[in-house]
């Protein structure tokens, strides 16, 4: 019943998206791959058997054009389920300068260029065939000149990060980018919304020097138990004067949305707040 539920719930969110044809087509899709996605236990093997576009999507009055391998999977999450923004608890202003950290197709990049004309991106992504799917995707909107793509890991180097590099040469050759170096490289002094999903590599922004959080307005990020301790993760959030808006699990992982408190003075009775869990 839960995946009908969730089924039934997306199918909504892609009419609203990229109009009744497309989820028609998915939902098609779902009955041929009803077996596999029993199996499976996820949405994917629908996800996969709709090609890699492009898609045309639609969120309020922005809207863009994706493409990508298996691109459907991330357009149904970032711009069907809103996971990033949530019905704008995060907002992307004009003349906004966001940091995409685990840049992936950069589904996420386009939905927060499509914001305003105005907003400019900073993509990281270690791998090569998905740095220039990033590209491909943002050259077809017109966007490009506000694009800045850095390939490169960053953050803690965990056992995802090594498994990356045995896949061969689309990873191989990506540096390790440290936070100073990525910091003086973008040369900014404000991040007005940081997403992070690098699978467990996050926890390097608790460290006591990291100047990422400090400059950092609103943050979307991808949190993994197998990283490190969520719940301290988010409550240091608080100890620096961000809300938690909204905490999504899903397994091992969770995506929390924060954004800076607005009273500077309040932010010390903050800090002894506790972050419900689930």
Same mark, same amino acid.
């Given at each position: 019943?839960?995946?009908?539920?969730?089924?039934?719930?997306?199918?909504?969110?892609?009419?609203?998206?990229?109009?009744?044809?497309?989820?028609?087509?998915?939902?098609?899709?779902?009955?041929?791959?009803?077996?596999?996605?029993?199996?499976?236990?996820?949405?994917?093997?629908?996800?996969?058997?709709?090609?890699?576009?492009?898609?045309?999507?639609?969120?309020?009055?922005?809207?863009?054009?994706?493409?990508?391998?298996?691109?459907?999977?991330?357009?149904?999450?970032?711009? !069907?389920?809103?996971?990033?923004?949530?019905?704008?608890?995060? $907002? +992307?202003?004009?003349? @906004? &300068?966001?940091?995409? /950290?685990?840049?992936?197709?950069? !589904?996420?990049?386009?939905?927060?260029?499509?914001?305003?004309? $105005? +907003?400019?991106?900073? @993509? &990281?992504?270690?791998? /090569?065939?998905?740095?220039?799917?990033?590209?491909?995707?943002?050259?077809?909107?017109?966007?490009?000149?506000?694009?800045?793509?850095?390939?490169?890991?960053?953050?803690?180097?965990?056992?995802?990060?090594?498994?990356?590099?045995?896949?061969?040469?689309?990873?191989?050759?990506?540096?390790?980018?440290?936070?100073?170096?990525?910091?003086?490289?973008?040369?900014?002094?404000?991040?007005?919304?940081?997403?992070?999903?690098?699978?467990?590599?996050?926890?390097?922004?608790?460290?006591?020097?990291?100047?990422?959080?400090?400059?950092?307005?609103?943050?979307?990020?991808?949190?993994?138990?197998?990283?490190?301790?969520?719940?301290?993760?988010?409550?240091?959030?608080?100890?620096?004067?961000?809300?938690?808006?909204?905490?999504?699990?899903?397994?091992?992982?969770?995506?929390?949305?924060?954004?800076?408190?607005?009273?500077?003075?309040?932010?010390?009775?903050?800090?002894?707040?506790?972050?419900?869990?689930?």
């Amino acid at each position: 019943m839960n995946v009908l539920l969730k089924i039934a719930a997306d199918a909504a969110g892609i009419t609203r998206v990229c109009g009744i044809s497309v989820a028609a087509r998915w939902l098609m899709l779902i009955a041929i791959n009803f077996p596999a996605i029993l199996k499976s236990r996820n949405l994917q093997p629908a996800d996969r058997a709709m090609g890699d576009g492009p898609f045309r999507a639609k969120r309020a009055r922005s809207k863009a054009t994706l493409t990508g391998t298996q691109v459907f999977s991330n357009l149904r999450e970032i711009w !069907v389920r809103d996971v990033y923004l949530k019905d704008d608890f995060l $907002s +992307v202003p004009k003349n @906004a &300068v966001v940091v995409d /950290l685990g840049a992936n197709l950069g !589904v996420f990049t386009s939905l927060a260029l499509a914001q305003h004309d $105005s +907003v400019r991106v900073i @993509a &990281v992504e270690p791998s /090569l065939k998905l740095l220039e799917s990033l590209r491909k995707c943002v050259g077809a909107n017109g966007w490009l000149e506000r694009l800045t793509p850095i390939r490169g890991f960053i953050g803690n180097f965990t056992e995802t990060q090594k498994s990356a590099l045995k896949q061969g040469s689309d990873y191989a050759d990506a540096p390790m980018i440290s936070e100073s170096d990525l910091i003086s490289r973008i040369a900014i002094s404000k991040i007005d919304l940081l997403k992070c999903d690098i699978e467990g590599s996050e926890f390097f922004l608790l460290e006591p020097e990291s100047r990422l959080l400090s400059m950092t307005d609103r943050l979307a990020i991808e949190l993994h138990k197998w990283g490190g301790d969520v719940q301290a993760f988010l409550s240091h959030l608080i100890r620096i004067g961000f809300e938690i808006g909204h905490v999504e699990w899903s397994g091992g992982c969770c995506i929390a949305l924060c954004r800076r408190s607005a009273p500077a003075a309040s932010r010390s009775r903050a800090a002894s707040e506790s972050v419900p869990l689930n």
